[in-house]
T-cell receptor, first 114, second 110 residues
Framework: DAGITQSPRYKITETGRQVTLMCHQT?????MFWYRQDLGHGLRLIYY???????DKGEVPDGYVVSRSKTENFPLTLESATRSQTSVYFC?????????????FGNGTRLTVT | QKEVEQDPGPLSVPEGAIVSLNCTYS??????FMWYRQYSRKGPELLMY????GNKEDGRFTAQVDKSSKYISLFIRDSQPSDSATYLC??????????FGKGTKLTVNP
């Protein structure tokens, strides 16, 4: 099925552990994005990528690492998880940059850091 | 002042009601205005997209932008229980920066 898939859907990890959230899209969209959604803050951009091997910081990049070796994949790594990174993480893709074309979101990964 | 302000609600209305969802923004550079709809436990999906001031209608939905007062509205006519979701406004400026409002949670009761 075409679309954008995030895995896992739910993840519980401990403080200090490294965790990677996966994102895969089948549309061959150039742009991919990682957002986090928290009560009281709404959606905030963590990192985005305009193409394979091109990534850039968003509003809240500290503590996160991304890579994009292939157009279709855009994993997000929390190098040493903290409780403040407990959140719902959404991956999105689009044909063009933010707002120039619709963002297509995955269904999110709910991460709990204990 | 936050760039985008949106009343989080929750907003509860009876089926068939006209719903008005609103956002205000502070950045006069915003030119493109989007509304995303997010169902529970799902990712947001684009609902409406407008450029500059004026109205845009799509079925039961009307998006309205008043740039002079920096006010964005989404109207839902003949609301249905299936419209129950969180609605996010998202203006964008020429710098390619897209800013999301915090969202308004709407419940339409049968």
């Amino acid at each position: 099925d075409a679309g954008i898939t995030q895995s896992p859907r739910y993840k519980i990890t401990e403080t200090g552990r490294q965790v990677t959230l996966m994102c895969h899209q089948t549309w061959s969209h150039s742009y991919m994005f990682w957002y986090r959604q928290d009560l009281g803050h709404g959606l905030r951009l963590i990192y985005y990528s305009a193409a394979a091997d091109i990534t850039d910081k968003g509003e809240v990049p500290d503590g996160y690492v991304v890579s994009r070796s292939k157009t279709e994949n855009f994993p997000l790594t929390l190098e040493s998880a903290t409780r403040s990174q407990t959140s719902v993480y959404f991956c999105a893709s689009s044909v063009r940059g933010q707002g120039e074309s619709p963002l297509h979101f995955g269904n999110g990964t709910r991460l709990t850091v204990t | 002042q936050k760039e985008v302000e949106q009343d989080p609600g929750p907003l509860s209305v009876p089926e068939g009601a006209i719903v008005s969802l609103n956002c205000t923004y502070s950045n006069s550079a915003f030119q493109y205005f989007m509304w995303y709809r997010q169902y529970s436990r799902k990712g947001p999906e684009l609902l409406m997209y407008t450029y500059s001031s004026g109205n845009k209608e799509d079925g039961r939905f009307t998006a309205q932008v008043d740039k002079s007062s920096k006010y964005i509205s989404l109207f839902i006519r003949d609301s249905q229980p299936s419209d129950s979701a969180t609605y996010l406004c998202a203006p964008r400026g020429g710098s390619e920066k897209l800013v999301f409002g915090k969202g308004t949670k709407l419940t339409v009761n049968p």
